[in-house]
């Protein structure tokens, strides 16, 4: 079982930035460069939607409209970690940000909530204005 790990989360004025990390473990005989990466995000009241995913090799990245040109998707996998770079944030992207693992590739398949296999428990991103 995977377990994965959030953290970086908190409050930011309007046209701040935070960066969330995402640590993978338990990854038994896997490795980290099996899966796909993806950060999801869930407001209340709302649906999670895809933020943003990364390849396993970290060659080809994939971003919610919202999020480009403002957010980054990285990884180490040298660290098992996943971030998440995130720049002139507004207040439409409070919510609890979720990092996610699929087995597999990304491309056709990341921004779907049912297509990751594990889950990170969250962490809470507050934008005030």
């Known amino acids: 079982q995977v377990q994965l790990l959030e953290s970086g989360g908190g409050s930011v004025q309007a046209g701040g930035s935070l960066r969330l990390s995402c640590a993978a473990s338990a990854l038994s005989g896997d490795t980290f460069t099996s899966y796909c990466m993806g950060w999801f995000r869930q407001a209340p009241g709302k649906e999670r939607e895809g933020v943003a995913a990364?390849?396993?090799?970290?060659?080809?990245?994939y971003y919610t409209d919202s999020a480009k040109g403002r957010f980054t998707i990285s990884r180490d996998n040298s660290k098992n970690t996943l971030y998440l770079q995130m720049n002139s944030m507004k207040p439409g992207d409070t919510a609890m940000y979720y990092c996610?693992?699929?087995?597999?590739?990304?491309?056709?398949?990341?921004?779907?909530?049912?297509?990751?296999?594990?889950w990170g428990q969250g962490t809470q991103v507050t934008v005030s204005s």
């Open positions: 996610a693992a699929r087995r597999g590739a990304c491309a056709g398949y990341w921004s779907g909530v049912s297509n990751y296999n594990y």
């Open positions: 990364i390849s396993t090799r970290g060659t080809s990245t």
